[in-house]
């Protein structure tokens, strides 16, 4: 049996990668030239 205390643990881990992801992924959308994506110029 898995106690709370690790499942709560892993859950905040989960929630930090995924947050580290989405940076990552807002970076390399910023790093591209416009037009690329839903064509707003990068204005956003």
Not at 17 to 31: D, S
Not at 34 to 44: E, Q
């Amino acid at each position: 049996m898995i106690s709370l205390a690790t499942l709560l643990q892993f859950g905040l881990f989960l929630i930090a990668l995924l947050m580290l992801v989405i940076k990552i992924a807002e970076l390399a959308q910023k790093n591209k030239p416009p037009n690329t994506f839903g064509g707003n110029g990068g204005l956003d």
